[in-house]
C-alpha cells in the first residue's frame, strides 16, 4: 500500500491545550502527506470539542508550569493557530475525520448537536478500529 | 492477515481510574473483535493491578477538576462496570493477556503473589516486543 | 519484512523522569533487538534535553504522589541508570536516531546547540512520518 493510504488513527483523551495542540499537528502533517487521519474523541479532549469550548483556555499539562505556560502563550500571541483552527484547516486541505466516543457522549451528557461542527459525527469502540484497520494508532 | 488475527498491544503506564477505563474499554472491544490483545504494566498501571487494590479509588487525571470527577462517579453510581471489571470480562470472552513489566514489579517491590488475579503474569521489554509483532502499540 | 528491520517510532512529549525512563526503556528494547529506532521530541519532552539539563530532577507525574517519589529515589539510589543515561547506552548499542521537532524549537526558544548531544538534530513533522515509514508509532 502507498504510503499516503494507509490511514492514522489518533484516540484523543486529554484536553490540555498542549496536548491537543501536538495532536492537531500530527494530523495536519499526516493530512498534508495525503493520508487519512481518523480522530476519536474520548473523555476531556472530547469536552474540549463542546460547541463554542474549542477556543477557550484549556489549559496545559501540569508539567508545563509558569515557563510552558508563557512560552505557549507568546508563541500564540506571535500568530501561531490555535489547535482548532489548525485542524480545521487540515480538515480542507486532507480527508480528516473526527469521531466522538458514544461512551465518553455518556459520561459527559453531550448529544451531537453539543459538538463543535468539527466534529463529523459519534461511533462506538468497534467502528474506530474497523477504520483503523491495520494502520497506526497514537493515544494522545 | 484478517483482521481478527492481528495483536493489540497496551502498554499502560498511567494508573487513573480515567486512563484505565479507556484502556479497558479499547481492550474489551478489540477482544470483542476477536484479536489477541496484551497488555503490559508499568509504573502506576501496575500499582492500581495489586492485589486488593483494583477496586480502590485511584483518582483521576488532573485536567478532569471537579465537573470531571462528577461526571465520573455519576456513570459509576449508574451502573457502569469498573475498568477491572471490564478487562474481567473482556478475558472471559476474549484473548487478553496482562503482563507486569519485570522493571516496574522491582520499582515497586512486588512479587507476582502481591498482583491481582487479572494479571498472567511478568515479563521484560523483550518479551513484549516478542509478542506485539508488528501489530499496533498504543502507549497510555 | 524481518523483525529487526522494522523501524520504532517514539512521539516524546512529557518531560518527567518517570515517562522518560518508561521511554528510554522501551527505546533501549528495541534497539537490543536490533530495530532502528526513533525519537521525536516535542515540548516538554524537548525542554528535559536542554544542554546540562537532561541530569537535573524533572518531577513526576503528579499521581505518582509520595509513594512513587520514594520508590524512584530508591532504585536510583540502588544504581539504575538514568533515562538520559539508559538512551547513551542505547545509542552505542544499537541504531537510535533522537530529533527534536522544529515546531517544538521554536516554542522553546531554542536552537541546535542549545541542545544535549544526544539529539541528533531537528526535524518537522513530515520528515518524521516519512522516517517512521508504516512501524509501530508510540506517543509518550
Known amino acids: 500500500m502507498d504510503m499516503d493510504e494507509r490511514p492514522l488513527s489518533l484516540v484523543l483523551f486529554s484536553g490540555t491545550d498542549d496536548k491537543l495542540q501536538a495532536?492537531?499537528?500530527?494530523?495536519?502533517?499526516?493530512?498534508?502527506?495525503?493520508?487519512p487521519v481518523h480522530l476519536f474523541l474520548q473523555y476531556w479532549a472530547l469536552a474540549a470539542f463542546r460547541r463554542d469550548a474549542t477556543d477557550?483556555?484549556?489549559g496545559l499539562s501540569p508539567e508545563a508550569g509558569p515557563t510552558g505556560r508563557t512560552a505557549v502563550d507568546d508563541l500564540r500571541a506571535a500568530g501561531q493557530a490555535s489547535w482548532a483552527e489548525t485542524l480545521?484547516?487540515?480538515?480542507?486541505?486532507?480527508?480528516?475525520?473526527?469521531?466522538?466516543?458514544?461512551?465518553?457522549?455518556?459520561?459527559?451528557?453531550?448529544?451531537?448537536?453539543?459538538?463543535?461542527?468539527?466534529?463529523?459525527?459519534?461511533?462506538?469502540?468497534?467502528?474506530?478500529?474497523?477504520?483503523?484497520?491495520?494502520?497506526?494508532?497514537?493515544?494522545?
Not at 24 to 31: C, D, P
Not at 92 to 109: K, R, Y
Open 56 to 58: 477557550r483556555d484549556h
Open 88 to 140: 480545521r484547516q487540515a480538515k480542507e486541505l486532507g480527508d480528516v475525520d473526527i469521531q466522538a466516543c458514544s461512551l465518553s457522549m455518556d459520561l459527559l451528557h453531550l448529544d451531537e448537536p453539543d459538538l463543535d461542527p468539527l466534529v463529523d459525527g459519534v461511533e462506538g469502540v468497534t467502528a474506530f478500529y474497523i477504520q483503523a484497520g491495520d494502520g497506526q494508532i497514537i493515544f494522545i
Open 23 to 35: 495532536a492537531a499537528v500530527l494530523t495536519a502533517g499526516a493530512a498534508a502527506l495525503g493520508r
